[in-house]
């Protein structure tokens, strides 16, 4: 296990230079200058540029730059933003939570629906409701999310007033960020009905976010057990007698579990994908609209930054996958 | 003589064959009535795309002046020479998303293209020439994979400066890795198969080896990547559109339609909508087709 | 300590919220983008200033609220020398600085804040220059200040001088701007002691009519009334900002109630807001320009009949109804007629195709192909520069002029516009900083500007002068003489096609009492009352 282990970070080192190295030479790629776009329609003077460039450091060699760049990495220090002036990886860490608590969200919506209808759909197989099922499954996997999020909008929020339009509390509540969860600050704070409105502004965007990832893990899950239950064992299962719900429950499921969590794990850089058009339709405070209003200010050290924690965040998940799925099935080690 | 007669032979049976494979590939196809509707409508969409300009009523970047968010024909107020309405300054929304067929399969089949063509070579010379050359490659792979997708492609867009090309050219890339991993793996499969060692020994060269021998028996696998890639190019170049990096204006593509309506979402509902659905219905024709397809060539799934 | 204060002060909320007896005043104002950050001085977004300088701060003298006209502020009043080169500024005693959760004053206002809020911006050597990695004061560069403050001098307690390079009419407007908002040296020396000068950009203290309770990056930031604010506590209890970019998602929330203004609402929506019966919307002009500028050092487009030709060929009130959905008026001056020295007598523009076919032939033009610039960003002044663009190319189509319609990212089409080889026609524009009409004619269009903000790289003598004049005249009326002169001057020589000034909206709930549209476009909620 620890060689596999070993072996996994020796590769895992040179993709995170990689990393850096896109993650460094991206944001310098890109036309546009943000001192340009500070100044506006005035504009700024050849002179005052130049001074601001060296006061940014900017005019070095890129190389050098690059230099300065990894050696500030490793005393975790990811620069500051133009904007705010604050350190990168303060902002980075204050909007994290809002961007997790979603995707968690709309994972466990994805999980509780998904994996059941799966299972559902694989022991009627060919039936109206299988078909239903699949049929719902390859429309969700197939729906452009940013214009979903507008239509559920537009029906659940406009028309039907169910749920609040945007945010992640009713403004009217106060509650002390503690671990950055509003589900979890709610509960830790005394006021009354936090949690619920908390809850409610969840759901929508949850829901879109969810859309994906539930059809695919629904799929995955139906094609799975069909497999499974192929298996030797689950027939001899089924001709001991044993209940049909005993047999997909214990028998088939169990086993075909396996796939569905490493599509599980495979859906986080699908997640946070999504994550940057759901919270630009549903203006929530996190890492996506963070790094799409950066990209726009050109805002160098935010998006060099935002990129590697990403980068490196699915990394992690990647490698947790494969270590779980090295420990199931010890096959793969070798 | 009797060589010239054998080979004959030969070719004309692996003719039969092949012909008996595809009728074998229709016969588990036409079984998936989905995928068989899906086919169908993306024959439909090829067809509306081709004959657009012959179909469309308007030209689909001509603005009537008078008609300013003119609703569909159902609907009051609705004229009956623009049958799905207009949008802001006056342009068929019908005729627009009539062409703008032409721009969703055109990106489906660039990127496919490029995604294919780059990944099939990268992955057959990663899979075959393996050492440092498979590390290489493997890794800058790992590292395109390590970001979301649309997050790189967005990225990408940015500095390429947005536009349909550049779009495209981004999705591609990023969808590169998939096919790098597939051909990789079936090529590391076949290439000690013993039809291959044979191969070998009677001198073929490399080139010969990779592309005669080893490819055509790793294609299953790459044609339902490609009908995967073909409709997720579709909805990420929509979704950089509607950011406002994919296709500009006034060009008809469906995402950008839909991000220059989306201020009209409270007032003017088919402007947004329509495009939407047309998304929609294209993407989900070619992932059932898709889904007919690989359960049509995956040998596994076929017995259960 | 933080920790408490904060639960304190939020059951102190909950008590007050969910107590009948006594309703606290509530307004949530849903903005549209998040604050760069608190300290005024460092930017130039007016989502910014809303968020610091009108809600936290003071300036010396202050826009009268709802005009561009000047006003007594935290200096009670002022004299300038003769010569125009001094302004001596008496200050307003007994004002508060807010007291907040981080900060407790133990002085009121006085002449060293002012010192410290300017000193800061002008002087390279001072500790508070460079406080925060990557400080620039971009207005105070923006609007010149180094070249025309020589010294700001502190006479005593009360009194401060500021002493004037050059004489400049515009500088009483320029200090009622946002970078001149007054800090408390106080308080930055308290942050200065504990090392932690980058919070005065973060946890701010003024004198204004609310105090700063805190901010949720990308999502709320919370206010409440300054109780011992000089000018009277505000009958607002507290102020929120719910941060909604999506201007859809802005209606929509203030129609659901969660909250009771907002600003920028979709053009398209604007019919609909007029027909809910629980919402009005009051409009004002807005204090801008939207333009095609011709590079006027291009030739054909040096021929002033060549531009007055295509000008005529543009169909403005298409534009209104298709790009700025009736939110617009058509403009003929380059400056917004809320504005003083507004030159009533200028023609207005023909739309006269055939007209302008003849004119382009007798100038000796045929065949024309050119280049016209769409920014790819939305604006006040021009809230689709794409769709303009579709429109103009059509409309010069039907004179024979063969149009491209070209666009670049807007951080280098702010830098490539500039240059004065530049190849095409430009869609910009530009919004008023101070209301006074130099910000307009002479930053726009004096030869100054030809290779920066002049983007109609047009340099022309005899309106060079008029504009230079001005700006050093004491006397308003003689100055607005002069600028309706140049305006004429401008028309006549139709450096730019002049296309609209947009119209401002602020759909709000009936409920919301006394708000005041700023043609200068800040959302101040000061003197705002809700039901």
Partial sequence: MIRFLLSRLAVLVPTFLGVTLVAFSFIRLLPGDPLELLAGERGISAERKLELQQQMGFDKPLWQQYFDYLGNLLHGDLGTSFASKKPVLDEFLALFPATVELSLCAILIAVLLGVPLGVIAASKRGSVVDQVIMGGALVGYSMPIFWWGLLLIILFSGTLGWTPVSGRISLMFWVEPVTGFMLIDTLLSDEEGAFLSALQHLILPSIVLATIPLAVIARQTRSAMLEVMGEDYVRTARAKGLSPMRVIGVHALRNALIPVVTTIGLQVGVLLAGAILTETIFSWPGIGKWLVDSITRRDYFVVQGALLLIAGIIMLVNLTVDLLYGLINPRIRS | MATATSVKEAASSRAANERSALREFWFYFSQNKGAVVGLALFILLVVVALLAPLLAPHAPDFQYRENFLTPPVWQEGGSSSFLLGTDAVGRDILSRLIYGARYSLFIGCVVVSIALAGGVILGLVAGYCKGWVDALIMRIMDIILAFPSLLLALVLVAVLGPGLLNAMIAIALVFQPHFVRLTRAAVLAEANREYVVAARVAGSGHLRLMVHTILPNCLAPLIVQATLSFSAAILDAAALGFLGMGAQPPTPEWGTMLAEAREFILRAWWVVTLPGVAILITVLAINLFGDGLRDALDPKLKRS | ?531
């Avoid at chain 3, 809303?50 to 006003?71: K, P, W």
């Avoid at chain 3, 305006?487 to 409920?511: D, N, Y």
Wanted: aromatic letters at 10%.
């Fill in chain 3, 1 to 531: 300590m933080n920790l408490t204060n904060l639960r304190i002060w939020g059951l102190a909320t909950l008590l007050v919220w969910s107590c009948s007896t006594y309703a606290a005043k509530t307004l949530i104002y849903c903005s549209e983008g998040s604050p760069e950050g608190f300290d005024p001085a460092l930017y130039t977004s007016g989502t910014t200033f809303d968020a610091s300088s009108r809600a936290i701060y003071n300036r010396l003298v202050e826009f009268v609220h709802g005009s561009t006209e000047i006003e007594p502020g935290l200096a009670e009043r002022w004299e300038v020398s003769d010569d125009g080169l001094e302004y001596t500024f008496h200050l307003r005693h007994g004002v508060k600085f807010q007291k907040t959760r981080f900060f407790t004053p133990s002085r009121d206002f006085n002449a060293d804040d002012v010192l410290f809020s300017l000193q800061r911006q002008l002087d390279p050597n001072h500790p508070w220059h460079q406080y925060t990695p990557g400080t620039s004061w971009e207005y105070f560069q923006g609007m010149s200040m180094p070249e025309l403050l020589k010294a700001v001098v502190k006479v005593d307690d009360y009194t401060v001088k500021l002493v004037l390079a050059s004489p400049q009419a515009p500088m009483l407007a320029n200090l009622a701007m946002d970078f001149a908002s007054i800090m408390s040296k106080e308080y930055a020396d308290q942050l200065a002691a504990q090392g932690r000068k980058e919070m005065l950009n973060q946890e701010p203290v003024g004198t204004g009519p609310f105090f700063f309770v805190n901010y949720q990056k990308d999502a709320v930031i919370r206010y409440r009334a300054h109780p011992n604010y000089w000018a009277g506590k505000q009958s607002l209890d507290n102020l929120i900002f719910a941060i909604t970019t999506e201007a859809s998602v802005r209606l929509q929330k203030l129609k659901a109630g969660e909250c009771q203004i907002l600003p920028y609402p979709n053009p398209a929506d604007v019919a609909l807001i007029r027909d809910d019966s629980s919402l009005k919307m009051p409009e004002l002009q807005g204090l801008n320009v939207g333009y095609l500028a011709f590079n006027t050092q291009q030739p054909p487009f040096d021929k002033p009949e060549v531009r007055r030709a295509l000008s005529m060929a543009i169909n403005r009130q298409a534009i209104l109804d298709a790009v700025f959905q009736g939110a617009g008026s058509l403009a003929k001056n380059p400056i917004p007629p809320t504005m003083w020295s507004y030159n009533e007598a200028t023609p207005a523009d023909e739309y006269n195709p055939e007209k302008a076919k003849q004119l382009l032939a007798e100038a000796g033009v045929s065949n024309l192909e050119m280049k016209v610039w769409a920014m790819p960003v939305q604006r006040p002044y021009n809230p689709n520069a794409r769709r303009m663009a579709e429109l103009i190319q059509a409309d010069f189509a039907k004179i024979g002029v063969k149009v491209s319609i070209v666009s670049y990212e807007w951080g280098e089409y702010l830098a490539r516009s500039k240059e004065v080889d530049r190849d095409g026609a430009i869609l910009m524009g530009w919004t008023g900083d101070n209301g006074d009409p130099d910000n307009f004619l002479g930053v726009l269009l004096s030869c100054d500007g030809v290779g920066g903000a002049n983007r109609a790289q047009w340099c022309n003598a005899e309106f060079d002068a008029l504009i230079k004049k001005a700006r050093t005249l004491p006397n308003q009326a003689d100055r607005a003489e002069l600028y309706k002169q140049a305006q004429l001057l401008f028309k006549e020589q139709a450096p730019w096609a002049t296309i609209a000034h947009s119209v401002v909206f602020m759909p709000m709930s009936k409920r919301v009492k006394n708000f005041v549209i700023d043609p200068l476009g800040y959302h101040r909620f000061d003197g705002v009352d809700i039901e």
